[in-house]
């Protein structure tokens, strides 16, 4: 399994961006695809985008698409959430996941490896 540590959540107003960074320990970084998802407070955990291996492939909930960009650099071992146009319902805390299937990530079926959290929130 690979260990990972998210960063930059933070409070933000509504229209406003943040980039988040996933950061994965080992050397196998580059075998794993990533994703991001999210639980806001009273609610289940839900996928919010993911990327393949080479990171030429990207995947989005219709919630987040065409605001949210998911991106890896496999020389830094880091996955990235760029998030525009934030919106109050996107407060929530933000996870990274690794798994060597790209189909666990989408379909949230035990994936092997999570990060503990970083925390978004959007005010109005």
């Known amino acids: 399994q690979v260990q990972l540590v998210e960063s930059g959540g933070r409070l933000v107003q509504a229209g406003g961006s943040l980039r988040l960074s996933c950061a994965a320990s080992?050397?196998?970084?580059?075998?794993?695809?990533m994703g991001w998802f999210r639980q806001a407070p009273g609610k289940e955990r839900e996928f919010v985008a993911a990327?393949?291996?080479?990171?030429?492939?990207?995947y989005y909930a219709d919630s987040v698409k065409g605001r949210f960009t998911i991106s890896r650099d496999n020389g830094k071992n880091t996955v990235y959430l760029q998030m525009n146009s934030l919106k109050p319902e996107d407060t929530a805390v933000y996870y990274c996941?690794?798994?060597?299937?790209?189909?666990?990530?989408?379909?949230?079926?035990?994936?092997?490896?999570w990060g503990q959290g970083t925390q978004v929130t959007v005010s109005s």
């Open positions: 080992g050397r196998t970084f580059s075998s794993y695809a």
């Open positions: 990327i393949k291996r080479a990171g030429i492939n990207t």
């Open positions: 996941a690794a798994d060597s299937s790209l189909i666990t990530l989408t379909t949230m079926t035990d994936i092997g490896s």
